[in-house]
């Protein structure tokens, strides 16, 4: 294994628990996962219409990364 792909994969891991950890912070849109893990953190945080914003863009660009990151390593393992 390269350092390159040494290099993507351990970005990979890091933006996958990213990615659970901030679609876990969305609020909810009814019952589910979000309403069961702090149901009451959620109300007091999502109160503010730009919090949810900036909490979508980052969500928006972590998915991005994150899916870099798997097409680079699937070119990389082509090779």
């Known amino acids: 294994?390269?350092?390159?792909?040494?290099?993507?994969?351990?970005v990979?891991?890091?933006a996958s628990l990213l990615m659970i950890l901030l679609v876990l912070l969305h609020?909810?849109?009814g019952g589910g996962l979000s309403d069961m893990f702090g149901g009451g953190v959620s109300?007091?945080?999502?109160?503010s219409s730009v919090v949810e914003r900036n909490l979508d863009r980052l969500t928006i660009g972590i998915g991005i990364v994150w899916f870099a990151c798997?097409?680079?390593?699937?070119?990389?393992?082509?090779?």
């Not at 109300?43 to 109160?47: E, F």
């Not at 097409?71 to 090779?79: I, K, P, T």
């Open 1 to 10: 294994m390269s350092v390159v792909e040494t290099i993507f994969s351990a």
């Open 12 to 14: 990979l891991v890091v």
């Open 27 to 29: 609020k909810g849109k």
């Open 43 to 47: 109300t007091s945080l999502g109160g």
């Open 70 to 79: 798997i097409v680079a390593l699937g070119l990389l393992a082509r090779v």
